[in-house]
């Protein structure tokens, strides 16, 4: 199995940062693409965005030039760091993996940005 564990969720006012973090376990676990999605009240979950083993990058254009994804593949964790936050991003945000081609989802951690 994969487990996923995210940290680093809260309250902030916009304008302000948050940084997530998720650590990634289990004996099914393989250095695969991880990343990040968001689900906001009455909408559907959609991708922010997602980072390949080797570094390459995916981001959904809300939150371009304001979130930077990363990872430690030695320690197998995936962050991201979240200036300028806007009351729109307010949503539960999952760590997400792929592994043996099956999706793995964190439990989720709520972000709430307020005006």
């Known amino acids: 199995q994969v487990s996923l564990v995210e940290s680093g969720g809260g309250v902030v006012q916009a304008g302000g940062s948050l940084r997530l973090s998720c650590a990634a376990s289990g004996s099914r676990f393989r250095s695969n693409a991880m990343g990040w999605y968001r689900q906001a009240p009455g909408k559907q979950r959609e991708m922010v965005s997602v980072i390949t083993n080797g570094g390459g990058t995916v981001y959904a254009d809300s939150v371009k030039g304001r979130f930077t994804i990363s990872r430690d593949n030695a320690k197998n964790t995936v962050d991201l760091q979240m200036n300028n936050l806007k009351p729109e991003d307010t949503a539960v945000y999952y760590c997400?993996?792929?592994?043996?081609?099956?999706?793995?989802w964190g439990e989720g951690t709520l972000v709430t940005v307020s005006s």
């Open positions: 997400y993996t792929v592994s043996w081609d099956t999706d793995y």
